[in-house]
Nanobody
Framework: QVQLVESGGGLVQTGGSLRLSCAAS????????MGWFRQAPGKEREFVAG????????YYADSVKGRFTISRDNAKNTVYLQMNSLKPEDTAVYSC????????????????????WGQGTQVTVSS
């Protein structure tokens, strides 16, 4: 069992930055690949970024590539999402999730691969 708690969301102007954190409980954090997803009002949940267990590989949605960076600190049981050059279309609830086996780009982008989800944190980008 893994419990995930996100923090760091808020209101920011276009072009601004935020850093989201996702703290995981338990001593098995390092065995999970981690992902960030987001869901805007009236839209389906979409993949944002993913990272493998040891941080060796990272994956990004085209819409955030070059602006967002995912990282993890296994000693702190935490995964991060640094978001720069934010745009109004980045407004959404951002959730982190843990996947036990997903490693390829296709797998890590699929919500069905994730066993555990956080409650989400709201990010609002004003124009």
């Amino acid at each position: 069992q893994v419990q995930l708690v996100e923090s760091g969301g808020g209101l920011v102007q276009t072009g601004g930055s935020l850093r989201l954190s996702c703290a995981a409980s338990g001593r098995t954090f390092m065995t999970y690949n981690m992902g960030w997803f987001r869901q805007a009002p009236g839209k389906e949940r979409e993949f944002v970024a993913g990272i493998t267990r040891n941080g060796g590989r990272t994956y990004y949605a085209d819409s955030v590539k070059g602006r967002f960076t995912i990282s993890r600190d296994n000693a702190k049981n935490t995964v991060y999402l640094q978001m720069n050059s934010l745009k109004p279309e980045d407004t959404a609830v951002y959730s982190c999730a843990a996947a036990p086996t997903a490693t390829t780009y296709y797998e890590i982008t699929q919500t069905a691969q994730y066993d555990y989800w956080g409650q989400g944190t709201q990010v609002t980008v004003s124009s």
